[in-house]
């Protein structure tokens, strides 16, 4: 298994991406690609006590970078040299497996999008991360790439996410949620209502394991396996559950530094907030999948570290490994509004 890491995205780069793609190769047996400019990822190489490249690790040249102050739109079409190009160029025509970057997602969604190209008959690709609940953690589809969808659009999502909790999470039927601001079928916007009866045929089908409405507050309590939302909403959603978690963070911290017997008090459930501190942290989970393109492709935190990025490469041979894609590619037919009724298949 050949994993394409994109050396020279993320705020970090290239430290963070070499060197975690570096260990993840030790750490989980898979080969490396490392796209960029080779001083550049030789020199971190070099400063980190390491003189020639190791086993299974191999350095693709690309000369040019995509900034997070380029068009996303245009800038991998600009730069065609750049790292996220010739990474996503890579992945299509086979010479790895997977492609991680911790760059700009707007570049890289458009990138994977005319390169590697959505699976035949997917309407739009989603970013779907993995949050913390009380269950686990559930597939949160889509968080930003889509502000504005259309019913199919998160009919699709439906689906694709209810095979990613299957699959990569190990959820046997998972539960699928829409998220909205009420439990009854009549609340939300026009999208919300349109798509929820669409949803519930799908369930009662025995398509998804759809259970309805969700608020936020239950999703976040664990009530689904899968949080179907359009990407405003739902960026919106991620973005309150991180501020949240930072803002708890520091707050107990706070409150155990208080005297010398919350400081004792601290050292007796140490353990306990070590758990939470890694339930919180987006570098334990690395990347987020971007689901419906055609071979897999992992968005990591533009501010990743190297143990993120190592992370992000273990989710990415995850996704290998779960047959996700061809999952949804063979049942394609299912997921458009005019699918085919139960008692027809």
């Known amino acids: 298994m050949k994993i394409i890491v994109d050396a020279m995205g ?20 898979v080969e490396i690609i490392l796209v960029g400019r080779s001083e550049e990822i030789l020199k971190v190489l ?27 739109a ?14 996503l160029t890579l992945l299509k025509e086979g010479a790895g497996d997977a492609f991680v970057s911790a760059g700009s997602t707007g570049a890289l969604l458009s990138g994977a999008t005319l390169v590697t190209k ?28 889509n502000a504005e969808c259309p019913p199919e659009y998160l ?27 009420g439990a009854e079928p009549s609340k939300g ?4 209502t349109t798509v929820h009866p669409m949803l519930e045929a799908a369930g009662e089908a025995g398509r998804i394991n759809f259970v309805g409405n969700v608020e936020a507050r239950e999703a976040v309590e664990g009530a689904v396996d899968v949080i179907v939302s359009d990407g405003y909403s739902g960026n919106i959603f991620l973005k309150t559950m991180e501020g949240t978690g930072l803002f708890l963070a520091r707050e107990i911290k706070k409150m155990f530094k208080k005297n010398l017997k919350t400081k004792l008090s601290a050292l007796l459930v140490a353990d306990g907030l070590k758990e939470f501190k890694k339930l919180m942290d987006s570098s334990e989970v690395g990347g987020t999948a971007l689901l419906g393109i055609s071979k897999p492709v992992i968005k990591a ?9 190592q992370n992000a490469v273990r989710q ?25 009724a139960a008692s027809a298949e």
């Open 118 to 145: 959505r699976i035949k008959g997917i309407r739009r690709a989603a970013l779907a991360p993995v949050v913390p609940t009380g269950n686990g953690g559930a597939v949160l589809i889509d968080c930003g790439a």
């Open 10 to 29: 993320g705020d970090n780069a290239p430290q963070a991406p070499v060197m975690g793609a570096i260990q993840a190769g030790k750490e989980y047996g």
């Open 316 to 340: 990415a041979k995850q996704y290998i490994s779960s047959g996700i894609i061809g999952n949804i590619e063979e049942n394609i037919d299912l997921m458009r509004l005019d699918a085919p």
């Open 46 to 72: 070099s400063d980190n006590g390491i003189s020639d490249l190791p086993a299974g690790v191999e350095v693709a040249y690309a000369s040019e970078v995509v900034e997070m102050c380029d068009d996303p």
């Open 74 to 87: 245009t800038a991998f079409r600009k730069k065609k040299d750049s790292s996220l190009t010739v990474g």
């Open 301 to 309: 935190h533009g501010s990743s570290d190297a143990y993120a990025i």
């Open 189 to 192: 916007t026009a999208l919300q």
């Open 155 to 181: 009919l699709q999502f439906a689906y694709m996410g209810s095979y990613y909790a299957e699959k990569v999470l190990g959820r046997p039927n998972p539960k699928v949620g829409l998220l909205n601001i």
